[in-house]
Every structure is written in structure tokens, then in C-alpha cells.
């Protein structure tokens, strides 16, 4: 790991507490292979390595990131394995997932 990389990972999170941390795991961000913690949420492992920006706004391209942390705001949503708006402040790393910065956010369609 790089060097001062430990000093940004998340090792407490306000709603799951002190969430278990598994193995190291490879995971895919727009593209690119980074390794993160089974368990941890997705923005724990993309703030480690430095990956601050997870979406920007559609009117006027503003970046977005870890705001409230507990899954209330869309600040963190990202495509995770293909859907759209995963809040990934609160949804934990598995291995070889497909993460990508957001464009906006994705009008979720009535199932009826």
C-alpha cells in the first residue's frame, strides 16, 4: 500500500458501527483494478485509495462524494455491477465488483 493511504481508510462508520473487515479483495473502478476489504463499504475502500468524487450532479456537472455517510443523501450513489443509484456508503465490498463514477442520477422506473 502506498503511503498514507491507512490515514484516509474509514475504520468506524456511524450506522454499521465497527463493520467486519474480511479479506483483501481485488474490485474495478471505472476501469481500474484497486484492492479493498470484504465487508467494508465501497466508499471506504474507494476514500483509501483516494477516490473522493463518486458522481456529478446533471445540471451542472458539480462533483459529488461522501457526504452523510448513512445512506440518507445521494451523494455516494455510483453504478455498482451495472445498477444505477447504490448508495456506497452503506453497501459492502465483495470481490471482482464493477464500480463506476456516476453521471447524474438515474430516474428509477415504477415496477407496475
Keep these: 500500500m502506498e503511503t498514507g493511504v491507512n490515514e484516509l481508510r474509514i475504520q468506524q462508520h456511524p450506522i454499521l458501527e465497527d463493520f467486519e473487515k474480511g479479506d483483501a479483495v481485488e474490485f474495478e473502478f471505472d476501469g481500474k483494478k484497486m484492492t479493498g476489504y470484504e465487508g467494508e463499504p465501497i466508499s471506504a475502500a474507494l476514500r483509501a485509495a483516494g477516490v473522493m468524487i463518486h458522481r456529478y450532479t446533471v445540471k451542472r456537472k458539480e462533483p459529488r462524494g461522501i457526504s452523510c455517510a448513512i445512506g440518507r443523501c445521494t451523494d455516494c450513489v ?18 471482482n465488483m464493477r464500480v463506476q463514477t456516476q453521471d447524474g442520477l438515474v430516474e428509477m422506473r415504477d415496477s407496475n
Design 78 to 95: 455510483m453504478v455498482v455491477d451495472g445498477t444505477p443509484n447504490v448508495r456506497t456508503c452503506i453497501t459492502p465490498l465483495k470481490a
